[in-house]
């Protein structure tokens, strides 16, 4: 499988025969000004939580109906309102099974409106299984303990964590959150796109390195083979 980074917490997962997109948001971030979005199809596309920074974008991509909206009930009922119609909701700890795989909706510790105020529910992460791997994506989310429980239910291959700070976890927390999730390769996300979340890349490798673990910090359009 692919991982394609397209900046801040927005990524493809190309399973080989399906294209997985994540929290759409590229078009406002000028760090991704390079990524031609018409090059983009999903089939689905995954929402974390109704902050803008994870979703501005989600209409560029959702322009065929066959293309499936993963999120939670209240961004659901908010994307129907602009006329998007293929969703499959789920809430934290639901499952589905879908054609590449299962995913479940998992805890974020973070919160989640939109940008008109109106409420989001709760932000949530996914845990994926498929294609033999067991892929997490954290969402943003603070650090928190509950986070073992995944590690004691999936044997994580890969967890894609924040790493920015100030609105999620950082690289020391992100590590401490790799611990607790029993995994040692970690694809670092949702930093340098705002002057708060700027961060020194070889302090946050380091800070990994000394606990074993492998932190991957993309480039934008850089792939990594999952
Ligand atoms: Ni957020
Ligand atoms: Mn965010």
Known sequence: MKFEYFGHACF?????NE???FDPF???NPLAADVSIENIHADYVFISHAH???LADIELFTKTSSTQVICNFEIMNWLQKKGLSNFAPLNIGGQRQFKFGKVRMTQAIHSSSFSDGT?????AGFLIEFN???IYYAGDTALFSDLKLNSEMYA???ALLPIGGVFTMDAFDAC???????CNQIIGLHFDTFEAIKINKTNAIQVFNEQQIQLHIPTIQQTIIL
């Open 12 to 16: 493809m997962i190309d399973t080989g």
């Open 119 to 123: 409420y989001g529910g709760t932000a």
């Open 176 to 182: 401490k959150a790799a611990q607790l999730l029993k």
């Open 132 to 134: 033999n791997k067991v």
């Open 26 to 28: 590229i078009r406002q």
């Open 52 to 54: 803008a920074d994870h």
């Open 19 to 21: 294209k997985l997109l």
């Open 156 to 158: 994580i291959d890969w």
